[in-house]
């Protein structure tokens, strides 16, 4: 019997975030259309062909036998990735997950008691700060430069950054007839602290695995480090396909919408751009388009939305895995539903 499997690294939504297949174990709670159920256990397959699905609003890697959700004459119907065919719609979730509420970050090293900086509590301002810094900072080689909007920002930035230790030092530059507003930092083991865990190329387990509230406050960071005008819509251009694919599920995993195409992730569904400038640290400016809705269906107890199918091609071999769950459920993989 041919069956479905899933690439290692692919973002499972479970109760406590957003989890890769091959760190969950039994009795981890994911997310399915009769609500959190929980997993009887995780499979290894092995090495195996992987099959790149690219629709309206982004991609999904899975088996060319994965059973996937669709949408036709308004209920859901499964059938398997090799039967996709155009004017098919696969189904993704619009559904909040929760997060865990108790992520304690990683600490950060030391070499002496003077650079020994402190480990702040996961708050949404540490989340916001930590997003900010992936567009909004630079490592260069003689500092760490952080480039604010204004002076209000970079007052904020510099508050949040003391929460690590007020012996961290800060040079400031203000300069309001050029709009020229950063930051300085030299401490060693506070810049390979963000190298490593907040300006890599994917995004830190702590932050797929915090709360809602941390999550969006992650996300408005980003947005506000970007630094372009947004109007009407939300739109960030990058040549790292990997980070965005990264983003696009974070997003995915709030319960908002996004779009992902050509190095470009946008969110354009003006409830989607609402619920991000709903966060109190968000800077940006964004207005929004009434009229730019989503069709979103209910399925049991989910809120969904759906994407066009466009093409799935041979992508490449790499270690997979299986869950089986109780009831044998559905369940949201990178915001898609499959089984």
């Known amino acids: 019997m ?34 959190y159920k929980k997993i009887n ?17 982004g991609k999904f890697n899975c088996a060319i036998e994965q059973d996937i959700a669709i949408i036709n004459d308004n209920e859901n119907i499964w059938i398997k990735a090799s039967q996709l065919k155009i004017n098919h719609k696969l189904i993704l979730t619009r559904t909040k997950i929760e997060g865990t509420d108790n992520i304690i970050l990683p600490s950060i090293d030391f070499i002496n008691r003077k650079d020994r900086l402190l480990t702040p509590e996961f708050t949404n301002e540490i989340a916001w700060f930590f997003g900010f810094l992936y567009f909004g900072s630079a490592n260069l080689k003689t500092c760490f430069k952080i480039f604010c909007k204004d002076y209000k920002q970079l007052k904020k930035i510099c508050k949040i950054i003391k929460q690590f230790g007020e012996n961290i030092s800060l040079i400031t530059t203000i300069d309001k007839i050029n709009n020229n507003y950063t930051i300085k930092i030299n401490a060693s083991n506070f810049i390979d602290y963000i190298m490593k865990y907040l300006k890599s190329n994917t995004i830190a387990y702590f932050i797929n695995e915090t709360t809602y509230d941390n999550r969006i406050s992650y996300i408005a960071g980003i947005i ?8 009407f819509f939300i739109k960030i251009s990058f040549d790292n396909d990997f980070f965005l694919r990264n983003l696009n599920n974070l997003i ?21 751009i609402e619920e991000i400038k709903k966060n109190k640290l968000f800077d940006s400016e964004v207005n929004i388009n009434i009229t730019t809705f989503s069709n979103t269906i209910l399925i049991n107890n989910m809120l969904c939305c759906c994407a066009d199918f466009i093409d799935i091609k041979h992508n490449i071999e790499t270690d997979t895995y299986r869950i089986e769950i109780e ?12 089984s």
């Open 2 to 35: 041919k069956i479905g499997y899933l690439p290692k690294n692919s973002k499972i939504h479970t109760k406590n975030g957003l989890v890769n297949i091959e760190e969950l174990v039994k009795n981890d709670e994911i997310l399915t259309t009769n609500g």
């Open 252 to 272: 995915y995993s709030c319960g908002i919408e996004c779009i992902i195409n050509n190095n470009t992730l946008a969110i354009i569904e003006s409830y989607s």
């Open 327 to 338: 009831d044998n459920v559905d369940f949201c993989c990178e915001g898609y539903l499959t």
């Open 224 to 231: 506000d480090g970007y630094k372009h005008e947004q109007n």
């Open 41 to 57: 256990k995780v499979i290894s397959y092995g090495i195996n062909p992987i099959y790149t699905i690219t629709t309206s609003k």
